[in-house]
């Protein structure tokens, strides 16, 4: 098995900037399409952005042009960077991870949408 640990959250004035980190254990690799997803109190969770194994972005209407994901491939980790931040984007962030590989020691076995525990983002004056 492998963990999501995500990291960045927290509390920022309205127009401000945070960067969120998701990062998986030492142990998983071949990575493939990574995201990021929210969820606001009585809201359904929804896609904020996501990034391929190619680093192809895909990013919903509302986060284009204001929130940049990425990743690095040596650390395993994704990356988003949110800029000009509104009170209406506070939410829980989550990582979510649709395929990888984990080292057991023996063999390689592949694990499937795997979710981080989220982080708080709260935009507020």
């Known amino acids: 098995q492998v963990q999501l640990v995500e990291s960045g959250g927290g509390l920022v004035l309205p127009g401000g900037s945070l960067r969120l980190s998701c990062a998986a254990s030492?142990?998983?690799?071949?990575?493939?399409?990574m995201g990021w997803y929210r969820q606001s109190p009585g809201k359904q969770r929804e896609l904020v952005a996501t990034?391929?194994?190619?680093?192809?972005?895909k990013y919903a209407d509302s986060m284009k042009g204001r929130f940049t994901i990425s990743r690095d491939y040596t650390k395993n980790t994704m990356y988003l960077q949110m800029n000009s931040l509104k009170p209406e984007d506070t939410a829980v962030y989550y990582c979510?991870?649709?395929?990888?590989?984990?080292?057991?020691?023996?063999?390689?076995?592949?694990?499937?949408?795997?979710w981080g525990q989220g982080t708080q983002v709260t935009v507020s004056a």
């Open positions: 979510n991870v649709d395929r990888l590989a984990v080292w057991t020691g023996t063999y390689y076995r592949m694990e499937h949408d795997l």
């Open positions: 030492g142990s998983a690799s071949s990575i493939n399409t």
């Open positions: 990034i391929t194994i190619s680093g192809s972005t």
